[in-house]
């Protein structure tokens, strides 16, 4: 059973959450980290942050692997998620870049780009703790309904409603890419905490079929049913429709 939280505000949904990244991290100073991109894990990297800064801890071991990535954009574009990561979360956390991976969505590469990617989360010893944002068609990382709770790492189309929820980080809708890179609901599954955030009234009937819906692939949040450790952090409009 997943342990719901609902907090007063995203701020206080990220202080919580931070603190117990935080402890993780004094805990064992070579933590992996996995991190979400989208604006659900802002607050969480902002209350890190600041928590850094008025009480410093030493993170230059710590390592990441982010969820996903869009395939075939240029390298260096800024909306791609190596360039998200960096921004929001590797530098103001004071990461050390060479410790994130973040799935290779290169055209050249792309067909063992997956398998790499599961043997790079292996070698680490797994993931810790897991941040998880969901999306409106209650897709996790890029694993949109359908996905199988089995899946990997791999190569997935993006549906329509995704790709317009992300145009507004393109200068056109055009511009999104179709395909992405996703670590799969197997691999967020082997994971040994979840966190699960989700803020506002558009969240609201994921995070309902997520934490009490039927365990359905068309229901790719409702992978944190099946897992041991997981702690979903909403605001009450987020918790509106449980
Ligand atoms: C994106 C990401 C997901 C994220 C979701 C929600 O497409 N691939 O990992 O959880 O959409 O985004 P946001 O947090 O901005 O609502």
Redesign the pocket.
């Known amino acids: 059973m997943a342990e719901v939280v609902v907090l007063e505000s995203e701020t206080d949904a990220g202080v919580l959450a931070a603190a117990s990244i935080r402890r993780l991290i004094s805990q064992k100073p070579e933590a992996v980290l996995g991190l979400?991109?989208?604006?659900?894990p802002m607050p969480l990297y902002r209350a890190l942050a600041e928590s850094f800064r008025t009480d410093p801890l030493d993170v230059s071991a710590v390592r990441g692997f982010a969820?996903?990535e869009y395939v075939g954009l240029p390298s260096g574009h800024p909306e791609s998620y190596r360039a998200v990561i960096t921004r929001d979360a590797v530098l103001p956390l004071g990461l050390t870049p060479g410790n994130i991976r973040v799935p290779n969505g290169d055209l050249a590469t792309l067909e063992t780009a997956g398998t790499d990617y599961e043997a790079a989360i292996r070698a680490a010893g797994g993931v810790d703790v897991q941040i998880l944002?969901?999306?409106r068609t209650g897709?996790?990382?890029?694993n949109e309904p359908g996905s199988s709770f089995a899946s990997l790492t791999r190569v997935k189309t993006l549906t329509e409603k995704?790709r317009a929820d992300?145009a507004r980080f393109f200068d056109s809708p055009d511009d999104v890419p179709i395909h992405c890179i996703t670590q799969g609901l197997g691999t967020i599954r082997r994971a040994r905490h979840l966190i699960l955030l989700a803020f506002g009234e558009e969240k609201a009937e994921a995070i309902a079929a997520a934490v009490e819906g039927p365990v359905t692939s068309s229901s790719p949040g409702s992978v944190i049913q099946l897992h041991p450790h997981v702690t979903v952090l909403v605001d009450e409009a987020a918790a509106s429709r449980l």
């Not at 979400?36 to 659900?40: N, R, V």
């Not at 897709?139 to 890029?142: A, K, R």
């Open positions: 979400a991109t989208g604006s659900t969820l996903d944002g969901i999306g897709h996790v990382g890029f995704t992300n």
